[in-house]
């Protein structure tokens, strides 16, 4: 393990420098190995499951025998094609991904900036916690009606009101992250001087990446779902307009047609991009 040469002279870092790595609390590598062995069966079982879905989808709806019930998967495939030659389904989906991005990220932006200040200071979270507490076990629906009454029927309401749902969840989890964070680091930090930056960035920041992660997994399938409730009551696009529109005709394949396009595409960004990165901001931990 070698140290920057900033503290090289400092006769705590020649005992780390001279500190044998494999001492450092790591795991053996037969046991890093198994579970690394073990993602590529993970991955093998994924697509497995899937197809039974599929079958099990396609069984039942073969057993009900009515479209208007429960349509069968190559219904849906050809509803589909034929709403994406229109043009109508990558639209609707665009602009509510596009609302979802807007709303997650105030929400993780918000949630995380407040959410770490209230775990270092028990005072600020005294503050804090019953606005969070309120917010929190407020009825959705109510924080969409008052955003649409206060600020109109605009874009900026439906994003806030998303924003306002989903931001106490992402402070309760970064803060106490921000409790759990090691004082021995702390003590390191006012020991050699660190500046801010690099004690946001080398000691602060790899401690709360695990619970950042699990907040986004856990707020990005909730946003969405918060956006379509938005959208239904609200807005005259995106995917829950479209499904209140089937809904009023009774068009059941319509309404999983859009609902199960949307979860696809956020089963691909869950499975691309939040997996791995939650496996790596938690590797440490598995090596520790």
């Known amino acids: 393990m070698r140290c920057p040469k900033a503290y090289s002279g400092h006769p705590m870092m020649d005992d780390v420098r001279h500190f044998p790595e ?12 198994t579970r690394r062995r ?8 994924r697509p497995l499951s899937l197809l039974s879905f599929a079958v099990a989808w396609w069984a039942a709806a073969h057993l009900a025998s009515n479209p208007q019930i429960l349509p ?9 094609w034929q709403e994406l030659r229109g043009g109508a389904l990558p639209l609707n989906i665009g602009i509510t991904l596009a609302r979802v991005i807007a709303a997650f990220a105030i929400a993780m932006v918000v949630g995380s900036v407040v959410g770490y200040l209230a775990g270092r ?8 916690d019953p606005w969070m507490v309120v917010t929190l076990n407020l009825p959705l629906l109510v924080v969409v009606v008052l955003s649409y009454v206060w600020l109109g029927l605009n874009e900026g309401a439906a994003v806030l009101a998303v924003a306002i749902a989903k931001t106490p969840t992402v402070f309760i989890t970064i803060r106490e992250g921000a ?25 602060t920041v790899p401690q709360l990446l695990p619970y950042i992660a699990a907040a986004s997994r856990s707020g990005l399938s909730i946003t969405w779902k918060i956006v379509l409730v938005v959208e239904l009551l609200g807005r005259p696009n995106g995917v829950g307009f479209v499904l209140n529109l089937y809904f009023q005709s009774f068009n059941v394949t319509g309404i999983l047609t859009y609902g199960l396009s949307f979860a696809a595409i956020m089963l691909v960004v869950e499975t691309t991009v939040l997996q ?13």
């Open 38 to 45: 073990a993602f590529p069966i993970a991955a093998a079982i």
């Open 179 to 203: 409790r759990a964070l090691d004082p021995a680091l702390k003590d390191l930090e006012t020991v050699y001087r660190l500046p801010l930056s690099r004690r946001l960035w080398w000691v």
């Open 121 to 128: 200071s028990p005072r600020l979270d005294a503050v804090i």
């Open 72 to 80: 069968a998967p190559d219904r849906l495939l050809a509803f589909a």
């Open 276 to 288: 791995p990165w939650e496996r790596r901001a938690n590797a440490w931990r598995r090596r520790a």
């Open 22 to 33: 494999h001492a450092v609390g790591s795991n053996p590598p037969d046991a890093f190995d």
